[in-house]
């Protein structure tokens, strides 16, 4: 505590008293921080200068409160990017990073949950409901429980109110459960209080025009969790508002490391079949090869998080509240053809088996299963859509002038190297996105800084070690930065390898090391792993597109 409240009194002491043995003492003060200490060899003390790099301390101490406040007196409303310069970081950046000062004026700000409690006026959202015990498999949501409840509701259950002994929430002990109102679309839930679309602004980002309506809400309690997974559209921007949240965020490079598995389906989700807070490393033992990136966001913060990028999300505050929304790319025209070819192929393999085999293999924000026909007319509206960008996106470049066509160039190579079809190129996707392609002499392009966070690599001895190793992730973060949706896969196949059902004889199952105890112990989900796989759907669109231009 005495560390947080130094902090604190130095950001607001230095406003007044930034000369002479005062000045001399902040400057000894910074020189305890290596995020200040490292600035000092860079650029002159100013007083500026000063409170700027304070600001970080508060994320290295882990205050709760925004770090917009060491910055209160400059003015919120002066932004450290311009819009476009902050556009231009989201849209180039491959690895993530922290915005702080960028959102002192939001009045979203305000969003805790009893405001929006106020906001909702007693209507009711759904909430999942996931059990805190931490188990070797990740608890998707098709294991979870869900109810509909206030947020009022939600508080007291929180906060161990008597009331909610008798509420929707009453069968679940607020002591070994938590609860998750997620992916709650703003637009839908306050259809009929439209202005508050404005209290979100993500045109500081140099999104003009995007605001709630293009955002998504998430209430948490302490342990709510999203499973590790990567989205296959865009990249996201995600804003804490209230209480703090880990991420625990693997790039690209390490998809297979981290088992990729599309049961259950959800378009656009890629999940891990590894709980990464809890790893089994036995039944996974190249996890151990991830290089994860962990961070704690607190409230006033904004965090980037790269296309492509894994990401486990967890709630570590009594309750949290954050809102995200995800940046459309160029290159979703074609992740779309993917999906489109991902779900003809899972729905058609899943479809055929019998319906009393009890595995829940659509996520339930999946309504049901579309039919072959409908998929397959998806799968050519992606295709038409697909050329149809790719001729507009050519004829643009074709005006755009030597700068321009300068700033386009990695995608174009990306575009490129994907329409190779070789099995080595499949390789090279594989590493593209990952955090060692991203050129040194491009990142140092990048204004890192007090305002902008470089999410760095944990340790190697502590990326394997779980939850308990992150303790320390924000104090890691800046010192390396400144020094230079569920089922039950997993049952199924313990069920399939355990059932004296088989229709296989016994003799041939006495070996579990066996090619025929090996082949019995294969499921439809084992076989779309393998065909589903991102590596493998990536060179089935590229195919599948190259078929389509003759």
């Given at each position: 505590?005495?560390?947080?409240?130094?902090?604190?009194?130095?950001?607001?002491w230095?406003v007044?008293?930034?000369?002479?043995?005062?000045?001399?003492?902040?400057i000894?003060?910074?020189?305890?921080?290596?995020?200040?200490s490292?600035y000092?060899?860079?650029?002159s003390?100013?007083?500026?200068a000063?409170i700027s790099?304070?600001?970080?301390?508060?994320?290295q101490?882990s205050v709760?409160?925004?770090?917009t406040h060491?910055?209160?007196t400059?003015?919120?409303d002066?932004?450290p990017?311009?819009?476009?310069k902050t556009?231009e970081?989201?849209?180039s950046l491959q690895q993530?990073?922290?915005f702080?000062?960028m959102?002192?004026?939001?009045?979203?700000l305000?969003?805790?949950?009893?405001?929006?409690?106020?906001m909702?006026d007693?209507?009711t959202?759904?909430?999942?409901?996931?059990?805190?015990?931490?188990?070797l498999?990740?608890?998707?949501?098709?294991?979870c429980?869900?109810?509909?409840?206030?947020?009022?509701?939600?508080?007291?259950?929180?906060?161990?109110?008597?009331?909610?002994?008798?509420?929707?929430?009453?069968?679940?002990?607020?002591s070994?459960?938590?609860?998750?109102?997620?992916?709650?679309?703003?637009a839908?839930?306050?259809?009929?209080?439209?202005?508050v679309f404005q209290?979100?602004?993500?045109?500081?980002?140099g999104?003009p025009g995007?605001?709630g309506k293009e955002?998504?809400?998430?209430?948490?309690?302490e342990g709510?969790?999203?499973?590790?997974?990567?989205?296959?559209?865009?990249c996201n921007?995600?804003l804490?508002?209230q209480?703090?949240?880990?991420?625990?965020?693997f790039?690209?490079?390490?998809?297979?490391?981290l088992y990729?598995t599309?049961?259950?389906?959800?378009e656009?989700?890629?999940?891990?079949?590894?709980n990464v807070?809890?790893?089994?490393?036995?039944r996974?033992?190249?996890?151990?090869?991830?290089t994860?990136?962990?961070?704690t966001?607190?409230p006033?913060?904004?965090?980037?998080?790269?296309?492509?990028?894994w990401?486990?999300?967890?709630?570590i505050?009594?309750?949290?509240?954050?809102i995200n929304?995800w940046i459309?790319?160029?290159s979703d025209?074609?992740?779309?053809?993917?999906?489109?070819?991902?779900?003809?192929?899972?729905c058609?393999?899943k479809?055929?088996?019998?319906?009393?085999?009890?595995?829940?293999?659509?996520?339930?924000?999946?309504?049901?299963?579309t039919?072959?026909?409908v998929?397959?007319?998806?799968l050519?509206?992606?295709?038409?859509?697909?050329?149809?960008?790719?001729?507009?996106s050519?004829?643009e470049?074709?005006h755009?002038?030597s700068?321009?066509?300068?700033?386009t160039r990695?995608?174009?190579?990306?575009?490129?190297?994907?329409v190779s079809?070789?099995?080595?190129?499949?390789?090279l996707?594989?590493?593209e996105?990952?955090?060692?392609?991203?050129?040194?002499?491009?990142?140092?392009k990048?204004p890192?800084?007090?305002?902008?966070?470089?999410?760095l690599?944990?340790?190697?001895?502590?990326?394997?070690?779980g939850?308990?190793?992150v303790?320390?992730?924000?104090?890691?973060?800046?010192?390396?930065?400144?020094g230079?949706?569920?089922?039950?896969?997993?049952?199924?196949?313990?069920?399939?390898?355990?059932s004296?059902?088989?229709?296989?004889?016994?003799?041939q199952?006495d070996?579990?090391?066996?090619?025929?105890?090996?082949?019995?112990?294969l499921?439809?989900?084992?076989?779309?792993?393998?065909?589903?796989?991102?590596?493998?759907i990536?060179l089935?669109?590229q195919?599948?597109?190259?078929r389509?231009?003759?």
């Amino acid at each position: 505590m005495p560390a947080r409240r130094t902090s604190h009194f130095a950001v607001h002491w230095s406003v007044h008293c930034v000369t002479g043995e005062c000045f001399s003492f902040l400057i000894r003060l910074c020189h305890c921080s290596p995020v200040v200490s490292h600035y000092s060899s860079k650029e002159s003390f100013s007083p500026a200068a000063v409170i700027s790099a304070l600001g970080c301390l508060h994320m290295q101490n882990s205050v709760v409160w925004p770090v917009t406040h060491g910055c209160h007196t400059i003015g919120e409303d002066v932004k450290p990017f311009t819009p476009e310069k902050t556009r231009e970081i989201v849209m180039s950046l491959q690895q993530p990073a922290v915005f702080c000062n960028m959102v002192g004026d939001w009045p979203a700000l305000h969003w805790d949950v009893k405001h929006l409690s106020a906001m909702l006026d007693g209507k009711t959202i759904q909430f999942r409901i996931g059990l805190k015990a931490m188990d070797l498999v990740p608890q998707f949501e098709t294991s979870c429980s869900y109810v509909k409840a206030t947020l009022e509701e939600f508080l007291a259950w929180s906060s161990g109110q008597p009331s909610s002994l008798s509420g929707p929430f009453s069968c679940f002990e607020h002591s070994k459960y938590w609860a998750y109102a997620d992916y709650k679309y703003i637009a839908r839930i306050f259809e009929d209080k439209e202005e508050v679309f404005q209290d979100v602004r993500w045109s500081d980002f140099g999104f003009p025009g995007r605001s709630g309506k293009e955002s998504t809400l998430w209430i948490g309690s302490e342990g709510a969790n999203t499973p590790c997974h990567l989205d296959s559209y865009g990249c996201n921007l995600v804003l804490q508002i209230q209480g703090r949240k880990r991420w625990h965020l693997f790039p690209p490079g390490d998809t297979s490391f981290l088992y990729p598995t599309r049961i259950p389906y959800e378009e656009s989700s890629i999940f891990s079949k590894v709980n990464v807070a809890n790893p089994d490393l036995k039944r996974f033992p190249e996890f151990k090869n991830t290089t994860a990136h962990v961070v704690t966001l607190s409230p006033g913060q904004v965090l980037l998080v790269p296309k492509h990028w894994w990401h486990y999300v967890e709630s570590i505050d009594p309750i949290t509240v954050s809102i995200n929304s995800w940046i459309e790319l160029d290159s979703d025209h074609e992740a779309r053809v993917e999906e489109a070819i991902t779900r003809t192929l899972v729905c058609a393999l899943k479809s055929a088996e019998s319906s009393s085999d009890g595995d829940p293999w659509l996520n339930p924000t999946e309504v049901e299963a579309t039919s072959h026909e409908v998929n397959l007319q998806y799968l050519n509206q992606a295709v038409s859509v697909y050329f149809k960008c790719q001729k507009a996106s050519v004829s643009e470049q074709a005006h755009r002038s030597s700068r321009a066509g300068q700033e386009t160039r990695a995608p174009c190579k990306r575009r490129k190297r994907q329409v190779s079809c070789e099995p080595q190129d499949c390789q090279l996707l594989n590493h593209e996105f990952s955090s060692s392609t991203f050129k040194a002499e491009e990142l140092q392009k990048i204004p890192f800084g007090p305002h902008l966070i470089q999410v760095l690599p944990q340790s190697q001895e502590t990326s394997s070690l779980g939850a308990g190793a992150v303790a320390s992730d924000d104090r890691d973060l800046l010192h390396e930065n400144e020094g230079g949706h569920f089922g039950k896969l997993h049952c199924t196949r313990k069920q399939l390898v355990m059932s004296n059902d088989c229709t296989t004889p016994a003799n041939q199952m006495d070996s579990d090391s066996s090619p025929n105890a090996l082949q019995a112990a294969l499921s439809t989900n084992d076989l779309l792993d393998c065909l589903v796989n991102p590596h493998v759907i990536r060179l089935v669109a590229q195919l599948l597109l190259e078929r389509a231009r003759v």
